[in-house]
């Protein structure tokens, strides 16, 4: 009986990692976007990284703990939360003539891509919800595959390297509207403004 | 507006997921969500150049 509670809902474990993995992959993506063309993300996108951060929490309690209607319930809010700030940015940027935030990919921006993610997502745990509809909820960590591990700790290194990086560009305060530099690199490297 | 905030709790709910506590999880999730939409409505109150 353990056993088959343990095996329930394995396949789904699986696609869950598979979508941590591409929540991964986007901030990844966004991470050295940043670095390698030197686009300092505004507050909106990096409140899209939070989002992203918080849809990837609900998949990784689903990989941890297996598949549940409450870790699903977890990711669509977070996509309704980054459906309205990326929407907001797209809408800011919709009039004629304004090029936008940023350099496209493409030829969407990040910000385009991001609210597109979002709505996958929400698709994603409606489909996902109707495959394991069979599961209840289990409050009792599973061991996880040696594939679900990797991702959940590349996940949190992404994420630890998000605090570090949201640090260094505003530190412990609110982001400027347009940022054009990172306020504590400098201040630690000891260059002006 | 503290910017690293719902990134540091968004970590720490990374951090007790991995680590198998799901209530400690859930409720620094619950915090980063309250933190994110408390940042969106200071963000996103700018007039929009769009007649909506």
């Known amino acids: ?193 | 507006m503290v910017m690293m905030l719902p990134f540091l709790t968004g970590a720490i709910a990374v951090w007790c997921g991995l680590r198998g506590r799901r209530r400690a999880c859930l409720w620094a999730w619950t915090l980063t969500l309250l933190v994110f939409a408390a940042w969106c409505r200071f963000h996103m109150t700018d007039p929009l150049g769009l007649p909506l």
């Open chain 1, 1 to 193: 009986m353990q056993t088959l509670a343990r095996s329930a809902g394995s396949g789904s474990v699986l696609i869950n990692s598979v979508a941590l993995a591409g929540i991964c992959a986007i901030l990844i993506v966004a991470f050295v976007w940043q670095f390698v063309f030197g686009e300092l993300p505004c507050p909106l996108c990096l409140l899209q990284r939070v989002a992203f951060i918080m849809a990837g929490v609900g998949l990784l309690l689903n990989v941890r703990f297996g598949p549940s209607p409450l870790h699903y319930s977890a990711v669509m809010l977070a996509a309704l939360g980054g459906m309205a700030a990326s929407g907001r940015q797209v809408l800011l940027h919709a009039a004629p003539g304004d090029p936008g935030y940023g350099s496209p990919l493409l030829g969407l921006h990040f910000y385009t891509w991001a609210f597109i993610a979002f709505v996958g997502l929400l698709g994603y745990c409606a489909a996902m919800l109707a495959v394991d509809r069979k599961w209840g909820d289990n409050a009792i960590p599973r061991p996880a595959s040696l594939f679900g591990g990797l991702v959940m700790w590349l996940f949190l290194l992404v994420t630890l390297a998000n605090v570090v990086m949201v640090v260094l560009e505003c530190g412990f305060g609110a982001c400027p509207d347009n940022p054009v530099s990172y306020l504590w690199w400098q201040a630690l490297a000891g260059a002006p403004g």
